[in-house]
């Protein structure tokens, strides 16, 4: 069995919006409901776990109930202070599964090949992140500002979501970085289990459209809200 956690517990304090930007209109629909869509049409997912805060939970329940034809959505459950909070809120929700794929609510643009070539990734490596060769020269800088280093091009992934774990993998990874205090440093869900040395991540290719929404120039004109 493979479990979707959808989270649309964020902020999203950048967009400078009255409502967090998952939740802001796309298409019609809120921004969190193209992604959910996509899983719950996908053959590769069996089931979805929707992670917002708590004040958007009952909201997100009627949407969704409003939509129909998500037979898939098992529960929509309270995020935490942290993403990896809320991440792990969901893993507990799931356990007995096989393997998760995280993705961000407010990546509407991922695809269906996207889900089946992580979904293949993930059966063989165990752990598997979505992300595309970086098309610009990147330059790491020092605590100065100025220029430290200049990696290869070729080597330089922008990682997005999904990201797929073996539930066991994922599950113990979070346990162990937890126990030790080291949650604070992790960005995503791959650098989780980087940071645990249970496993190795191989990077799925995903597409220059499945874009997070940070901010206003990210949406179409038409959605933008001041």
Known sequence: MTTAIILAAGRGTRMKTSVPKQFLDLGGEPMFMKSLRVFEESDVIDEIFLVTSEEYVEYCR????????????????????????????????????????????????????????????????????????????????????????????????????????SYKLIREANDMLRAEGRMDSVTDDAMIVEASGLARVKLVEGAYSNIKITTEEDLPKRSRRL
């Open 62 to 165: 009627q949407v969704i109930a409003k939509a129909g034809k998500f037979r898939k959505v098992r529960d929509v459950i309270i995020g935490g202070e942290r993403r990896s909070d809320s991440v792990y809120n969901a893993l507990l929700a799931c356990e007995g599964t096989d393997y998760v794929m995280i993705h961000d609510g407010a990546r509407p643009y991922v695809t269906e090949a996207i889900l089946e070539r992580t979904d293949r990734a993930v059966r063989v490596y165990s752990a598997a992140a979505v992300g595309v060769p970086s098309k610009d020269t990147v330059k790491i800088a020092d605590h100065d500002g100025f220029a430290a280093s200049t990696p290869d091009r070729s080597r330089v992934w922008l990682i997005q979501t999904p990201q797929a774990f």
